[in-house]
């Protein structure tokens, strides 16, 4: 599934156009996670997708903007937004859209494999972009890293296995790792994936836990494992109410 997300994306590569630049307030990734895991044990990442290829439909008719209205009342500290669209129906559109609707800062989450898509996330507004270690070799991923800074842009750096952490940590040490929970290729969920690979991961690095997280249990468990952020989607995509599910769920970080 992977390997066919990164193929249509090549694809769809061939018909590139550079959008227009909006005029945007950065906002940063790290600082904001960073203050809110000083303040409330742990910084959440809420995110908005409409479909997944693990799930399907999530939130067909979502209003995006509504939806991170809901999300910044509720506390959230930053906000994800899907941009692929053949397989979570998203766009730059919508992440445009949030951009200019919240204060909190932005990542775009996609299949970012081509430098023509840093400009591109730099051109929506976009505070921070999403690099995964299963789909760049670690020297381009070092390469795109430093290409995104360049630019104003953050990185958050994602993982799966502990041998793409130790490949990557070769050449490159990113600030921000992201612990994907979830295994790419079986859609499989383990919070236990970010304990798994704590360890590893440099002590002055600030460790995202990605996927999966869906109840209070769920976040002391990330939490005790030495993460200090996490990022949310289906639970939060699909709640009626994610302005008091928010503040419920980052209380799991001060559980056991
Ligand atoms: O969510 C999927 O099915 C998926 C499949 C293949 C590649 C990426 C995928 N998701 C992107 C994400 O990283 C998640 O949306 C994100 O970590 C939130 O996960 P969750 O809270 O479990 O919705």
Known sequence: MLEKIVDRKKEDLKFFQLPRREEVKPHSLKQALAFAANRDGIGLIAEIKRA???????????????????????????????????????????????????????????????????????????DAILLIASILEPDHLKDMAEMAHAVGLETLVEVHTKDELEQLLAVYDPSLIGVNNRNLKTFATDTGQTRALSDSVPSDSFIVSESGIHNAEDVASVAKAGAKAMLIGERLVSDGDPEKTIPDLKKGALLG
């Open 52 to 126: 997944s290829p693990s799930k399907g439909v999530l939130a067909e008719d979502l209003d995006v903007v509504e939806r991170a209205k809901a999300y910044e009342a509720g506390g959230a500290d930053a906000i994800s937004v899907l941009t692929d669209g053949p397989y979570f129906q998203g766009s730059i559109m919508d992440l445009i859209a949030v951009k200019r609707a919240v204060s909190v800062p932005v990542l775009r989450k996609d299949f970012i494999v081509d430098e023509r898509q840093i400009e591109e996330s730099a051109r929506i507004g976009a």
